[in-house]
């Protein structure tokens, strides 16, 4: 069953529209009910005001829900206005032509990782990161390159929220395993994947960061043991270090949405 916020009435309202672009296609209301915390009466009601307000798009024939206009207008704007992603383009662009392999652009989304831009690479590898993905913090590699540079604090609220769910053999499965590779990132000044999130997939990342050394996000290289291994991707370090840092300067003058720590704690 899902799960009913405190944030009254328009709370509810974005549990159903997570709901909704959960399933990842057009979905019935019968669907969206079986799962539903609420009541029946309060869901349809919800999603009647949702359609009305083209949060949701309603299709008769199939009498299926999806996620409506009105909500992709505001994630676009969102997009073009609280990422990096539009001042990075022109260098993951770069990047991505240079190295010939898939890039990857990624912000902190309180505890979890947030894919905001993606390039593939010549021959692309079906993976699981995708622009608009979240994905966890702890095994990926833009994940802990990001935690290896920020504020101890954060780091703490951050760690107690993962899950530390073991996807693969080489996942780091405990809070201490994490902080001794956080450890080695930050001395090092990048990081890798090792097959962490994904078996068969593995990058290196850095992170980009401010003049006074504030995480801005990650970048990273991303390819398949198959293609190549961890010295190989290695030798894009400097590449890779050259665009963040490109990328960092073009961000001077940009208002980075403040990451309010308390924020990680609500349920």
Not at 46 to 69: C, I, W
Not at 179 to 204: M, S, T, W
Not at 211 to 225: D, K, P, Q
Request: with cysteine.
């Amino acid at each position: 069953m899902g799960r009913v916020t405190g944030d009254g009435t328009v709370g509810k309202a974005l549990e159903v529209l997570d709901q909704v672009a959960a399933f990842g296609r057009p979905v019935k209301f019968s669907e969206l009910l079986a799962g539903s915390a609420f009541p029946k009466p309060t869901l349809y009601r919800f999603v009647q005001t949702l359609t009305n307000q083209q949060m949701l798009s309603y299709d008769p024939e199939r009498q299926t829900y999806a996620p409506g206009v009105r909500l992709v207008r505001l994630a676009h704007a969102a997009w073009e206005q609280s990422t990096l992603a539009p001042l990075a383009r022109p260098h993951i662009d770069a990047l991505s032509r240079a190295v010939g392999e898939t890039v990857h652009l990624a912000q902190l989304d309180h505890a979890q990782v947030l894919y905001i831009d993606k390039r593939n690479a010549g021959n692309p590898v079906q993976m699981y990161s995708q622009a608009g993905k979240v994905g966890p913090a702890y095994c990926t590699g833009v994940g802990k390159v990001m935690l290896a540079f920020s504020d101890a604090s954060l780091v703490d609220t951050i760690i107690e929220q993962q899950s530390f769910h073991v996807f693969t053999p080489h996942t780091l499965s405990t809070p201490d395993a994490l902080r001794d590779e956080l450890q080695k990132i930050k001395a090092n000044g990048y990081g890798f994947d090792r097959e962490e999130h994904e078996p068969g997939i593995i990058c290196v990342a850095v992170p980009i960061l401010t003049e006074s050394g504030r995480v801005l996000g990650a970048l990273s290289v991303t390819s398949t043991t198959s293609r190549t291994n961890l010295a190989g991707l290695e030798g894009y370090v400097p590449i890779l270090q050259d665009t963040a840092e490109k990328i960092a300067r073009d961000a001077r003058n940009w208002s980075f949405p403040d990451y309010d720590t308390k924020e990680t704690t609500r349920t």
